[in-house]
């Protein structure tokens, strides 16, 4: 499912005495693509860090956001997706672990 947001989101409220409206806003982030394959699952894999830990750098920017989006580039798939892989040579294999998704909070 895909969503096409606005440029910016604007919202009309009230002040508490309900009599003088103002302007709220929202704040929106776009991330360019997430990956929890490659090096990043390698390096949680042989215990060099965690999921979470990918984000350490940037996840307060992000949770500054009222809504923040990103692109997912690996999908969350288990062991039971390999015997269906694609036969042929393949240099990039996209795919991580389910085990990554909580770090996406």
């Known amino acids: 499912m895909f969503y096409i947001l606005p440029p910016t989101l604007l919202f009309f ?5 309900h009599t003088t409206p ?3 806003h929202v704040t929106l ?3 360019g693509d997430v990956a929890f394959s ?3 699952k390698y390096y949680v894999e042989h215990g060099y860090h ?4 990918t984000f350490d750098d940037v996840a307060p920017y992000i949770k500054e956001a009222d809504i ?3 692109n997912l580039e690996s999908p ?3 062991n039971d997706v390999y015997r269906y892989k ?3 040579r393949k240099e990039v294999i996209l795919d991580a672990s389910p085990n990554a998704a909580p770090a996406l909070r």
Do not use: R
Request: net charge negative; hydrophobic share 45%.
């Open 22 to 24: 103002f302007l709220e």
């Open 38 to 40: 490659g090096p990043v």
């Open 68 to 70: 923040s989006v990103a």
């Open 13 to 17: 409220g009230f002040m508490t005495n």
């Open 50 to 53: 965690t999921y979470n830990d």
């Open 29 to 31: 982030l776009f991330v």
């Open 86 to 88: 694609y036969k042929g």
């Open 76 to 78: 969350f798939v288990n």
